[in-house]
């Protein structure tokens, strides 16, 4: 990634403040910035997908196992709700089109049936899961100081894992053109990684 245009905003930021930073302390700023952002508009797109899905298939014979999913996702945004603040990082401007986009996804895929909101959650647990796994594996490289977010990454990395451990169980790959379906899904999800990390 180019930090280039990114480090000179930081370290611009950082004089007007008056706060001294090193170059290199500026870059692990910036990468700790846009993990917490991107994360914090992840976490808030999930909570709207299990929201949707929630809507329509809530009083079914999944809406329990919907509704255990949804309570950690919950647990995930309560905590970047906070880390964002703590760390001084704004959230993503896109956040009111994730809002929308993921309540649109869960009623979406809960309308079209059980295992098509269940293929949905396996969708996209599984680009969240590669998504916190290059986040640690990044992180490891210079923990000093990020000691709390490598524990957070951790266990939320571990929860989307049974996340989508139990869409399967639940036959998100019975769901009709499931693979079709995955891959339009996964590929939305990369996108607005991808957005939600620059913007």
Request: glycine share 6%; net charge positive.
């Amino acid at each position: 990634m180019n930090y280039r245009p990114i480090v000179i905003h930081q370290l611009f930021r950082r004089f007007v403040t008056s706060t001294k930073i090193s170059p290199k302390e500026a870059r692990e700023t910036i990468f700790r910035d846009r993990i917490l952002r991107v994360d914090h508009a992840g976490e808030v797109g999930a909570d709207r997908i299990y929201a949707g899905q929630m809507a329509v298939l809530g009083k079914t014979n999944v809406g329990s196992v919907i509704q255990h999913m949804w309570d950690q996702e919950k647990e995930h945004r309560k905590k970047f709700d906070e880390l964002l603040p703590k760390y001084r990082v704004r959230p993503t401007v896109m956040l009111p089109i994730w809002n929308v986009a993921g309540f649109a996804l869960g009623v979406g895929s809960a309308v079209l049936g059980p295992k098509m909101a269940m293929a949905c959650t396996a969708a996209v647990e599984t680009v969240i899961t590669d998504h916190y796994n290059d986040q640690i594996r990044e992180l490891m490289t210079h923990p000093d100081g990020n000691s709390e977010l490598l524990k957070v990454l951790s266990k939320f990395r571990d929860e989307e894992i049974e996340h989508h451990d139990t869409a399967i169980l639940h036959k998100a790959e019975d769901a009709p053109l499931y693979q079709v379906f995955s891959q339009i899904v996964k590929i939305g999800c990369k996108g607005a990684i991808w957005i939600s990390e620059r913007m």
